[in-house]
């Protein structure tokens, strides 16, 4: 990311929700989330609401303007009925989870699987890691699109979020780091900084890296009880303090005019 963020335009006045179904909606929407109703908080799961239908969102505008659209991740925008669902809303194709959450290996929250590849559970994934699996699937749509058609793929990994998990090969180097959430947290932001990695060769394998944007941003500012740090930020994930909305975030592409600023 690093690397990336350097060539391209470094986003450091740059502002989100504080937790993340807000942030999520406005990204999709273009709405402040006091206009979506998604103001108050998160959606747990057996509230029965999501980002309202009438709103048309961004695969939606972008499928009229010819893209295929595919998202893979995190939702957490509705799953009350289907019509709330990524489907529904403009993609061609979903891959990951529901809820907010869960446990990266079984996929589970609340002893209930939420992993869904389109509409049905995937059942044969326990202990297989979710970043690996949501690489591996963005992967799998970037080679396989035809590059006569614009592409947008929305992934929104879980990581890095609770549950502090991750390969321990990914937290060895940072031995030094005596805190252990933090130290786990230092892997799960490795990990997926490899992910994005490995989804940009693809990107270039499939010829379409020239011609793409990429934009990386967070959702909310970090949660000090789960391994984040926003020094010198005051406030954390769920204030209004900058600590808590005041995001990470940069733009790569061929098509800037303007690069390796901030």
């Excluded at 930020?233 to 790569?252: D, N, P, Q, T, Y």
Aim: hydrophobic share 35%.
């Amino acid at each position: 990311m690093d690397k990336l963020a350097s060539e391209g335009v470094i986003l450091d006045n740059y502002y989100v929700q504080p937790i993340c179904c807000p942030s999520r909606g406005a990204l999709l929407s273009g709405m402040y989330p006091i206009h979506t109703g998604l103001q108050n908080g998160v959606i747990g799961p057996t509230e029965p609401y999501g980002l309202p239908l009438n709103i048309t969102i961004l695969p939606q505008k972008l499928k009229e303007a010819g893209y295929s659209t595919h998202m893979i991740g995190k939702w957490h925008l509705g799953f009350c009925s289907w019509s709330y669902t990524p489907l529904y809303r403009g993609f061609d194709s979903f891959y990951g989870i529901y809820l907010g959450a869960g446990d990266h290996y079984t996929h589970e929250l609340g002893g209930i699987l939420d992993l869904h590849d389109d509409g049905t559970p995937v059942e044969d994934k326990n202990g297989v890691y979710s970043t690996y699996l949501y690489a591996e699937q963005a992967q799998s749509v970037i080679l396989s699109h035809n590059a006569s058609t614009p592409l947008f793929l929305y992934l929104p990994f879980q990581s890095v979020h609770s549950p502090l998990q991750v390969p321990t090969e990914y937290t060895e180097k940072y031995e030094n780091i005596t805190d252990d959430d933090r130290r786990i947290y230092a892997g799960l932001v490795e990990n997926v900084d490899e992910a994005i990695g490995n989804i940009t060769e693809a990107m270039k394998t499939a010829g379409l890296w020239d011609n793409t944007l990429l934009i990386v941003t967070t959702d909310n500012g970090g949660a000090p009880d789960d391994g984040g740090y926003n020094w010198p930020l005051r406030g954390e994930k769920g204030s209004l303090w900058e600590g808590g909305v005041r995001g990470v975030a940069f733009v790569h592409g061929n098509m800037l005019q303007r690069t390796g600023v901030t």
